[in-house]
């Protein structure tokens, strides 16, 4: 029998359970007036695990030992909005200011795209150094997100031409390459090794303690 629990409504102690949850194991505070945000974003956990309320659902994690469940929490409530070079005010920054101080330094550069979402932040970076940096065969950049389905999406960097949008046609042309054409619209990847002699290297991992 399914249980329907589009229904279920999130008391104030349930909501103080998992906002506490979400901060031990992410450091997600959740302020209060998220309750609805919360609810909403959860529903479907409760409707596919076909649990009956809330109360339910945080014994479920709690006797989880995989901890598969409070992972998919973690994603549940991340907010992953992202795109290609967005903010161009700060690469104008980095080419402006940091690259400068960066090659004068001559020391090998090491960078962490913390909270890098589905990948968008640290392939325009890497993109970005190629074009400008002149020592961008010594560039290292750590790419972590709390949510591991956007680390997947990362990992996997396949995008489709509205996500490319942002992307300046001269790395169009150069950086990125068709992965498969479907019937209704293209895909394409970052291609790094076109990029550059020795193109940035990128590397994922999670940013869960």
Known sequence: MTIRAV???LSDDQFRQIKDLLYQTSGINLKPGKENLVKNRLTNRLRTLQLADFDAYLCYIAEDESRAELITLVDAMTTNKTSFFREQPHFDYISNYLIPAWAAAGRPLRIWSAGCSSGEEPYSLAMHLCEHY??????????TDLSDTALKT????????AQLADVPARFKHTNISLRERAKTRSRWRPNPVAWCTSPPSTSWASGRC
């Open 154 to 161: 990362a990992r996997e960097a396949t995008y489709t031409d």
């Open 7 to 9: 229904s279920a409504e």
């Open 134 to 143: 002149p020592h961008s065969d010594d560039v290292r950049i750590l790419a």
